[in-house]
Structures are given as C-alpha cells and as structure tokens.
C-alpha cells in the first residue's frame, strides 16, 4: 500500500530558482516526516525532517513545510545549485523506528 | 553519523543461487535494518535485524527466502536465497541515529540472471 506518494518522478530547475518537492501522504498515525538525497551508487543521505507539532523546519537551503489537514509536506530549496541534482526520496515514521514508509522518490536536475 | 559499507557492491547472479550481503558499522548500534529497492520504487523494508534474537520481518518477506544474521551490534548480514530475476535490487541496510533519522549503506546492486 502507498502510503506516502510522491506523484512527480522528475523535476528540473534553473540554477539559482527554487525547487519544491512534493509528498502526499494517507496514514494520519504518522507524526516524523524526513527528507533524503540519493546520489547514484549511494545509500540515501538524510536530509531533514519535521516532527507532527511543526509546521515549518528549515536548514540553511532547505525548509521543509507540512500541512497536516492535507496530509501534505514539501521541500523548498532554495537557491538551486547543480549539485543538489539527485533523487529525494519523502519518509514518515508513525513514531516506531521501523515503521518508516518511503515514497518513490522525484528526480531533481538542476540546469547551470 | 555511523560510517556503514556493504559488500559485494553489486553482483550478477544466475537463477536459484544465493546470494550474502553483509553490512559493517563503524560503530555499536543498537538497531539495525534491511530494505529492498525494486527499479523505479520506493524503498522497501525488509526486516529488523535483531542482534541476539530472530530478525523482525515485514509482512511479504519470510526468513526462508531472506535469512539474516546479526552476531554483534556492528555486524549483520542478508542472504537472498533461491535467487529469481524478481529479486534483482538494490539491498541497502541502516541505521537508527541520535533521533528517529536512520543513515544508510551504499548499497548492493543484485542483478539475477
């Protein structure tokens, strides 16, 4: 089951503009939401995360936004830079260290 | 964070062989995890690899077809049994951090043949 969606495989951007990464989600028992980068030939790298009681996280270029009655979370970054090309994957947690669900994943390409 | 490495980093395997993966921490953890990455999906759990006792495995997957092993709290290993080209993935394992985040291995791409 799919529990945490994100419905757009790829996105490109101009070097300098913003990136928003999208994340659905269905499971209301989630309270932990996390972003992470892939890199080819990598294991995924945490990124940032939000906890259910916050409505914004940010981390230098990265903010994260969940919208609880939408079930709903983003990433923001911004400015774009070449390097943060990659595939980002959205996780939540219902509060249990291996209860964690991941999306498919979205494929940034920032263009120089 | 811990530094994890996997071996093989990737392998070609024919059908019905089995396959070890084994996963090295850098550091005592107490919480240690298998996921499976089919192409184009999301990341998959596998089981809970429990040093000292049974893994925890997820609805779908079974010990017979994945067993696992964790002799230490750096340590653990997966093996993918009676391999098919279904199994053909990326494996990666992980860890829990200071808070809820786990930090992942690099990785071991399977392709079955």
């Known amino acids: 089951d799919q529990q945490v969606k994100q419905n757009s495989p790829s996105l490109s951007v101009q070097e300098g503009r913003i990136s928003i990464l999208n994340c659905d989600y269905t499971?209301?028992?989630?309270?932990?939401f996390l972003w992470y980068k892939k890199y080819p030939a990598e294991g995924p790298t945490f990124l940032i995360s939000?906890?259910?009681?916050?409505d914004k996280n940010e981390d230098g270029r990265f903010t994260v936004f969940l919208n609880k009655s939408a079930k709903h979370l983003s990433l923001h970054i911004v400015p774009s830079q070449p390097g943060d090309s990659a595939v980002y994957f959205c996780a939540a947690s219902a509060g249990n260290n291996n209860d964690m669900r991941f999306g498919a994943g979205t494929r940034l390409t920032v263009k120089p | 964070s811990a530094v994890i490495s996997q071996k093989p980093s990737r392998d070609i395997c024919q059908r019905g062989t089995s396959l070890t993966i084994q996963c090295q921490v850098d550091s005592q953890v107490t919480m240690m995890f298998w996921y499976r990455q089919q192409p184009g999906q999301s990341l998959t759990l596998i089981a809970t690899?429990?040093?000292?006792?049974?893994?925890?495995?997820e609805s779908g997957f079974v010990i017979d077809k994945f067993p696992i092993s964790r002799p230490n709290l750096t340590f653990s290993t997966l093996t993918v049994s009676n391999m098919s080209p279904e199994d053909s993935s990326i494996y990666l394992c992980?860890?829990?951090?200071?808070?809820?985040?786990?930090?992942f291995g690099p990785g071991t791409r399977l392709t079955v043949t």
């Open positions: 690899a429990n040093q000292g006792s049974e893994a925890t495995y």
């Open positions: 499971n209301s028992m989630f309270d932990y």
């Open positions: 992980s860890v829990v951090g200071t808070g809820i985040e786990q930090y």
């Open positions: 939000i906890s259910s009681i916050k």
